[in-house]
């Protein structure tokens, strides 16, 4: 069959808009009870695949849990973290209100350093094992902090998420006010989460109920039909 050039032009362009669809592409899981406060997740290097079984049992606490890819956020400088979050907000079972933040590794990272800033937008972070050797300055970041942060830290992690950068940026930020917790676990392992290769099962169940209590500090008491937006 022959393309006439002009048609080929646009088959090139449609293919670059299906691929960057797809790249930004998105999964809901809602809550059992229709519809709830937004928690967005974003995945890790290894993929959204890896983080779906964590999104159900977040969104069966009560959350509309929307799953992005966190590698689709790296080298956006924080727009492509803003745009996921304002797109989370939109979805059909979503409550209206400040949206929780859950990030694994690189979604992590890319959460930790950007969305962390936005007060207006996110009403705190829960961080799993976040990327953190681009993180430099890090006094400046503890004073553009401005939304709770609750961190898990695997002991045993020796690659991209080093325990001693994320200690600094806890004291760092106590120092300067602002919430910051942190929680180190001695055995385990980078991704220690139901789904990754590094899963343990007694950190996981003890970082998730941590995780459940304080995403109702973020959010209220997700199966409260009458709670207000924060």
């Not at 229709?34 to 779906?52: D, E, F, I, N, W």
Request: hydrophobic share 40%; with cysteine.
């Amino acid at each position: 069959m022959k393309v006439f050039p002009g048609l080929a032009a646009i088959i090139g362009v449609l293919t670059c808009l299906t691929a960057a669809s797809i790249a930004r592409a998105q999964q809901e899981f809602p809550p059992p009870q229709g519809k709830g406060r937004v928690v967005v997740l974003a995945a890790g290097t290894s993929g959204p695949g890896h983080y779906t079984t964590v999104a159900r049992e977040i969104a069966e606490l009560g959350y509309d849990v929307v799953l992005f890819d966190g590698n689709e956020m790296a080298g956006t400088t924080g727009d492509g973290v803003k745009t996921d979050i304002i797109e989370a907000q939109q979805m059909p079972h979503a409550l209206p209100g400040k949206v929780a933040l859950v990030g694994f590794s690189m979604g992590g990272g890319m959460y930790l350093y950007f969305a962390t800033q936005w007060p207006d937008l996110v009403a705190g972070a829960v961080i799993w094992c976040p990327v953190n050797s681009f993180i430099h300055d890090v006094p400046g970041f503890a004073n553009r902090l401005k939304v709770p942060v609750l961190m898990f830290v695997p002991a045993k992690d020796r690659s991209c998420c080093t325990v001693d950068l994320d200690k600094a940026l806890a004291t760092a930020s106590t120092a300067a006010g602002k919430q910051f917790k942190l929680v180190v676990y001695p055995d385990a392992s980078h991704d220690f989460v139901k789904g990754e290769d590094g899963y343990n099962p007694k950190d996981y169940s003890d970082a998730f109920k941590r995780m459940a209590d304080i995403l109702k500090d973020y959010l209220g008491s997700p199966l409260d039909s009458h709670q207000q937006p924060h």
